[in-house]
């Protein structure tokens, strides 16, 4: 009997279960996926915004990670939310560790709510430590810029420029943010657009989007699907976990990642 895909997730635990790694776990599963997980933070978060969070100590995340690599055969990496550099450098060890593992970074540097969860130290050490053993990372236009260290007055293009500077394969540059009547991802190799995806732009705010589909773009590449095709089922299920949200909350609407299964 053949065994599922295995992803191994980086990420913090929201006790609201709308985003971080019951996300992950969630999305991951939902594609057919096994999801293990690595803890990087605890938070203290709803579905208005994060509150407080504390780190995990960098070397237990090692220790685990070895441990499940050890074990298990991963056919992905997902990182999320990494909290601090000393964090940023122990997952850097397992990449260069396992440099055959695709990479699928979702750069968590803000809470849907506006609160900061990275210094200007840790975007540094993402761009040095992490992006250059990325395959594909997920930034809305807000993260492309902090990443990239432009503003809002660069272009698409040359933020793509900057970002591809740091080694980084692919680039899934997501339009949620962005001033355009539809959402437009574009998605790059290099300098070079593959693929722009279209999608109505809904209504309301959502906890966890990214984590969606970062988490589900990491399930698709590890059943090695082309990245062309694995971006669009991802961002085809992310839309429809948002379609589907619940307000379960007093804030943001959380994502229904088992939209699909029987009621």
């Given at each position: 009997?053949?065994?599922?895909?295995?992803?191994?997730?980086?990420?913090?635990?929201?006790?609201?279960?709308?985003?971080?790694?019951?996300?992950?776990?969630?999305?991951?599963?939902?594609?057919?996926?096994?999801?293990?997980?690595?803890?990087?933070?605890?938070?203290?978060?709803?579905?208005?915004?994060?509150?407080?969070?504390?780190?995990?100590?960098?070397?237990?995340?090692?220790?685990?990670?070895?441990?499940?690599?050890?074990?298990?055969?991963?056919?992905?990496?997902?990182?999320?939310?990494?909290?601090?550099?000393?964090?940023?450098?122990?997952?850097?060890?397992?990449?260069?560790?396992h440099p055959l593992?695709?990479?699928?970074?979702?750069?968590?540097?803000?809470?849907?709510?506006?609160?900061?969860?990275?210094?200007?130290?840790?975007?540094?050490?993402?761009?040095?430590?992490?992006?250059?053993?990325?395959?594909?990372?997920?930034?809305?236009?807000?993260?492309?810029?902090?990443?990239?260290?432009?503003?809002?007055?660069?272009?698409?293009?040359?933020?793509?420029?900057?970002?591809?500077?740091?080694?980084?394969?692919?680039?899934?540059?997501?339009?949620?943010?962005?001033?355009?009547?539809?959402?437009?991802?574009?998605?790059?190799?290099?300098?070079?657009?593959?693929?722009?995806?279209?999608?109505?732009?809904?209504?309301?705010?959502?906890?966890?989007?990214?984590c969606t589909l970062?988490?589900?773009?990491?399930?698709?590449?590890?059943?090695?699907?082309?990245?062309?095709?694995?971006?669009?089922?991802?961002?085809?299920?992310?839309?429809?976990?948002?379609?589907?949200?619940?307000?379960?909350?007093?804030?943001?609407?959380?994502?229904?990642?088992?939209?699909?299964?029987?009621?």
């Amino acid at each position: 009997m053949s065994s599922k895909p295995a992803v191994l997730c980086f990420s913090g635990l929201d006790p609201t279960g709308g985003a971080g790694i019951q996300a992950d776990i969630e999305a991951i599963n939902s594609q057919g996926c096994h999801a293990t997980a690595v803890l990087t933070a605890l938070t203290v978060q709803d579905t208005h915004n994060v509150h407080h969070f504390e780190c995990v100590e960098s070397q237990l995340i090692l220790r685990q990670a070895r441990a499940v690599l050890h074990d298990m055969n991963i056919s992905a990496i997902k990182i999320g939310m990494l909290g601090s550099v000393a964090i940023a450098d122990a997952i850097h060890c397992i990449l260069r560790e396992h440099p055959l593992i695709p990479v699928i970074l979702d750069p968590v540097l803000a809470a849907g709510g506006g609160s900061s969860l990275a210094t200007s130290h840790l975007i540094d050490a993402i761009n040095k430590l992490i992006l250059p053993h990325t395959c594909i990372t997920t930034p809305n236009t807000i993260e492309a810029y902090k990443l990239a260290d432009c503003n809002e007055t660069d272009n698409d293009q040359y933020i793509i420029e900057q970002l591809t500077k740091t080694g980084v394969k692919y680039v899934l540059l997501t339009g949620t943010h962005a001033n355009t009547l539809e959402v437009e991802h574009h998605l790059y190799c290099g300098t070079t657009r593959l693929q722009t995806f279209h999608y109505k732009r809904l209504p309301d705010e959502y906890h966890g989007s990214g984590c969606t589909l970062a988490a589900s773009l990491a399930a698709f590449i590890a059943k090695k699907i082309d990245i062309i095709d694995a971006t669009q089922q991802a961002l085809d299920y992310s839309y429809n976990s948002l379609i589907h949200a619940q307000s379960l909350g007093n804030g943001q609407l959380i994502p229904n990642r088992y939209y699909w299964a029987p009621k």
